[in-house]
């Protein structure tokens, strides 16, 4: 009895699997400003030994970059094995309701209609099994998918070249 309750207990985990760990790598395009955001241009005055100098400073308020993530499984075995569980437990509950309609209808050709057995509800079981590594193999898919976004930005400050100041 406890032999048989540790043989369902490790089955149950077998076919569990797992949940893959994703790595991100982020491309950063190019700041631009955002819609919407108040760009005000201001003159920047100093004193230089040659006299006064002045440039234009121009600044956005606010800005975005498009970010382009990229993601992949640390470790593609993880993925590998859910699919391979979830492959091998559905062909294992094809397989017992095979076997299972090749009891019910005798090799004379005549079904005998509903059978007693114990296959029917052990293929069952093992399809509900397999869903588990399949819901872990969509999990992770759905996780892995590459991004395109905006994101937020540092505000953008544009410094002219340093001229000598127009006299009024």
């Known amino acids: 009895m406890m032999g048989t309750r540790l043989a369902v207990c490790a089955?149950?985990?077998?076919?569990?699997?797992?949940?893959?760990?994703?790595?991100?790598?982020?491309?950063?395009?190019?700041?631009?400003?955002?819609?919407?955001?108040?760009?005000?241009?201001?003159?920047?005055?100093?004193?230089?030994?040659?006299?006064?100098?002045?440039?234009?400073?121009?600044?956005?308020?606010?800005?975005?970059?498009?970010?382009?993530?990229?993601?992949?499984?640390?470790?593609?075995?993880?993925?590998?094995?859910?699919?391979?569980l979830a492959v091998l437990a559905g062909f294992g509950s094809a397989f017992l309701a095979y076997d299972a309609a090749s009891l019910a209808c005798q090799t004379g050709g005549s079904c005998t209609g509903t059978l007693q057995s114990a296959t029917w509800p052990i293929a069952a079981t093992t399809a509900a099994l397999a869903a588990i590594p399949l819901g872990f193999v969509v999990y992770n898919a759905t996780r892995v998918q590459d991004d395109v976004r905006l994101e937020p930005a540092p505000p953008l400050v544009e410094l002219g070249p340093w001229q000598p100041c127009e006299v009024p």
């Open 11 to 84: 089955g149950s985990l077998a076919l569990a699997g797992c949940v893959a760990q994703v790595q991100e790598t982020r491309a950063y395009g190019v700041s631009r400003p955002a819609p919407g955001a108040e760009v005000v241009a201001a003159q920047e005055r100093t004193a230089s030994p040659a006299g006064a100098a002045c440039r234009t400073v121009v600044t956005t308020s606010r800005a975005v970059r498009e970010v382009d993530v990229r993601r992949s499984f640390l470790d593609p075995r993880r993925q590998q094995a859910n699919v391979a």
